[in-house]
């Protein structure tokens, strides 16, 4: 599940950054690779007998839901830390790790994903006085380091590193903000890949930290004023109970350097909306202090102006109805540049007059037939970013929005980035696709051409792979794109193991991007495929709002007709067919085991929402309300209840090889959830086949995972598929 982030300087909110695959896996010729079983019938090894699951006490507790009563025997998994729960984790991990560890093929997928992970990667660099700043990972690093540099052909000086701030490389960096000068860095650290953030203040000038130290953010980050003395930031109240409770009543504070967190003056609050979140964003000539108001992941928001030039100047409520989507680009004096979808499904960018709530949007990009993703200001231009079929196309206008025609990209793949500021005369993007790890460009705007900053080396040969896109029907007609990766030359005969990925929901588009999981994958021998869903952002407005509350349905229709296109078309067969996704895309997967279980032959959920009647109970669950719609709504209760993965779950179902996998203190998506699921599978599965859980024990819902983690995890999923498919594999 992802929450709308703000940027980490002013505007960077309509940055052209597109959302990441949540993960991706690479080998020989189209030949070679996997071994598949000498009978075309089969695919899935014989387990000897059903596995001995550890004991899950079923306590008969019982919900009633508008007047239907709901059994929920697995209450007491939602307590990750109760001798109980901590028991029934350790037995789990100890049978998943036994059956793992019977694999011979895992010590040479370990051996080929190592390999593939120790390549360099850069982040694209941002300019904060004198100086540029970018990430760096040398490949072995288990966290990227923050470098600066005065000039980009010359050697870059760490400035901040986080595998300094722990021995097990598990706790990260989660935000950074500059201030105007590039004197101070506000930087969130996050332990165990938690979403909480505790924020420090760095003088770059001397390499060390103020005293500052800032607790309680959450979905935040620093907004400078532009005399460098503090910042604006959101944070919540404190709570004893980090991991599950509700996360509401968040505030925006201004914190002046060199002083205590309880000093802090507060700006906004809003007692009657408890569940809004207010981001602060300065405008890029400090005047103006937007507030990006968020109500919950929806993406209708409202926009609020306060004048910092103004001595007790009133806020300005300049959108406040919810009813569409407002995201600040730039600024000239009191005229803001918004990209919204009022009246535009697939987006355009409009000019309105920040003192004049209500006044006119003058259009300045109209909507066109593609999705506008997102929009920036660079020097006098705006960089748009559109998608074609779930591809980058970047288009750019003078500001009143006169066309300059396309950016030429390198290929056919996802582009991000393009930040910058009024006075640049540069800016920086980078683009991947599902073979190539993102390369960073730089691009001249006087000169219009783009020249490679950082092109990383990998072993890992793309020229021996290809990737098409297909469309297919979904039962009701709509047509839904397919990414298809494999070897060149490939027989399409049925006979290859394949990965089917997917995701639907939160208006996010899955694009192709590079990751070495999937890398590997593809050197086992097997297939990839991505199909973009209803629910995700890929052609607007109307296309999330189709996968949506009583249409999520949709979502799950759509992920089961690539299985059986896959299937129809002989990619491969439903026992040699792996449906994988994470958090939404873990609902998404559980959910079409349940309906479809005959379909495919192996289940890779992780970090999944399996628990539609009480999610909102938990952290930040309640703002997926505009996705899923609540349980307590007695209209939306039957739907949530008639796709719900812990409920729908049948006793005597012969179910696909599920690998489950989580962190025991995910402050996102509850462990609860997998937790609550694993026990259900196990207890129900008639069939063979093996139901097992990973839980990571230094871990949150994803992000912030070290290199080794990351790693262990990977290797442990495609052995599980190994095992499953009887895969024999050979690694270069």
């Known amino acids: 599940m992802t929450f709308p982030r703000v940027p980490t300087r002013s505007f960077v909110l309509g940055s052209l950054a597109l959302a990441a695959l949540p993960w991706a896996c690479q080998s020989p010729s189209a030949e070679t690779g996997v071994a598949t079983t000498s009978d075309a019938s089969t695919g899935v090894a014989a387990e000897a007998a059903p596995l001995d699951y550890p004991e899950a006490d079923r306590t008969g507790v019982v919900d009633e839901y508008h007047g239907t009563q709901v059994a929920d025997p697995y209450r007491w998994l939602e307590d990750p830390d109760s001798p109980e729960s901590r028991a029934w984790i350790e037995a789990e991990n100890e049978l998943t790790n036994g059956w793992l560890a019977e694999v011979p093929a895992r010590a040479a997928i370990e051996a080929k994903l190592t390999a593939l992970w120790s390549y360099e990667r850069f982040g694209m660099p941002a300019r904060h006085g004198e100086h540029y700043f970018y990430s760096y990972d040398d490949g072995e690093m288990d966290q990227p380091v923050l470098c600066r540099v005065a000039d980009l052909a010359a050697q870059p000086e760490v400035v901040l590193d986080p595998n300094t701030f722990s021995e097990d490389g598990t706790v990260s960096l989660g935000g950074t903000s500059f201030s105007e000068d590039g004197r101070y860095l506000a930087y969130g650290l996050s332990d165990g890949g938690s979403d909480w953030r505790t924020w420090y203040v760095r003088d770059l000038d001397t390499g060390t930290d103020l005293e500052d130290r800032l607790e309680w953010a959450k979905f ?10 503090g910042f604006f930031y959101g944070r919540f109240p404190e709570t004893d109970d980090r991991l599950q409770a509700q996360n509401e009543n968040q505030r925006v504070y201004y914190h002046r350097i060199g002083t205590e967190q309880s000093e802090d003056a507060l700006v906004y609050e809003d007692p009657e909306h408890p569940r809004r979140m207010a981001s602060p964003v300065v405008t890029d000539d400090g005047r103006y202090l937007l507030f990006y108001m968020r109500d919950g992941t ?25 009813d569409a989507s407002y995201v600040p680009i730039a600024n000239e004096g009191a005229l803001l540049w918004i990209r919204t979808d009022k009246d535009a499904p697939r987006g355009r960018v409009v000019q309105v007059d920040a003192r004049r709530p209500g006044g006119p949007m003058i259009e300045v990009v109209p909507e066109r037939e593609e999705a506008l993703q997102g929009v920036s200001r660079v020097g006098d231009k705006l960089f748009a970013s559109y998608l074609v079929h779930a591809k980058t196309l970047v288009r750019i206008h003078a500001l009143d929005g006169k066309p300059e025609g396309e950016l030429e990209l390198p290929g056919i793949g996802s582009a991000s980035g393009f930040g910058g500021k009024p006075e640049d005369t540069e800016t920086f993007f980078s683009f991947t696709s599902f073979t190539t790890p993102a390369a960073i460009y730089r691009y001249d705007l006087a000169s219009g051409e783009s020249s490679v900053f950082k092109r990383p080396e990998i072993p890992f040969d793309p020229e021996r792979f290809t990737t098409r896109q297909v469309f297919y029907a ?10 298809i990766t494999h070897a060149k030359g490939m027989a399409m005969d049925g006979a290859r193991p394949t990965i089917l990925n997917g995701y639907g929901g939160f208006n996010i588009a899955i694009t192709p991007g590079f990751s070495p999981p999937v890398a590997c994958w593809l050197e086992m021998g097997g297939i990839y495929a991505v199909a973009n ?14 996968g949506t509350k009583e249409n999520k349905q949709n979502v799950f229709d759509d992920f089961i007709a690539a299985g059986e296109w896959l299937v129809a078309e002989k990619v491969t067969r439903p026992n040699r067919l792996a449906i994988m996704g994470g958090s939404n895309g873990g609902l998404l997967v559980g959910a079409c085991v349940n309906q479809r279980p005959d379909l495919f032959g192996a289940a890779l959920p992780a970090v999944g929402v399996m628990d539609m009647l009480r999610y909102h109970e938990f952290t930040i669950g309640a703002a997926w309300a505009s996705d899923y719609g609540r349980s307590d709504d007695a209209e939306m209760f039957p739907h949530l209840l008639a796709y719900s993965p812990v409920h729908n779950v049948a006793d005597g179902t012969d179910y696909p090889a599920t690998f489950i996998t989580t962190g025991d203190h995910d402050d996102r998506v509850v ?22 859980i990973r839980i990571e024990t230094r871990a949150g819902h994803g992000a912030g995972k070290s290199r080794a983690q990351s790693i262990q995890e990977a290797s442990d999923r495609w052995t599980f598929l190994a095992r499953t498919f009887d895969m024999q594999v050979a690694l270069d």
């Not at 907004?223 to 460098?228: E, I, L, R, V, Y």
């Not at 209708?300 to 959108?319: C, H, I, P, Q, S």
């Not at 607007?540 to 189709?546: E, I, K, T």
């Not at 997998?674 to 069939?687: E, I, L, N, R």
């Open 220 to 229: 935040t980050s620093p907004a400078w004023t532009h005399d460098g003395a």
């Open 298 to 322: 929806s993406r209708n928001n409202g926009l609020y102006v306060r004048d910092l030039g103004r001595d007790g100047a009133e806020l300005v409520r300049l959108f406040d109805e919810f």
């Open 474 to 483: 979904s039962p009701d007609g709509t047509r839904i794109p397919m990414f």
């Open 533 to 546: 869903l209803r629910g995700g952002g890929e052609y607007g407005r109307d296309w999330h709002l189709a």
């Open 671 to 692: 462990p609860g959830h997998s937790f609550k699921y694993a026990a259900a599978m196990q207890h129900a599965q008639a069939g063979p086949a093996p139901i097992l």
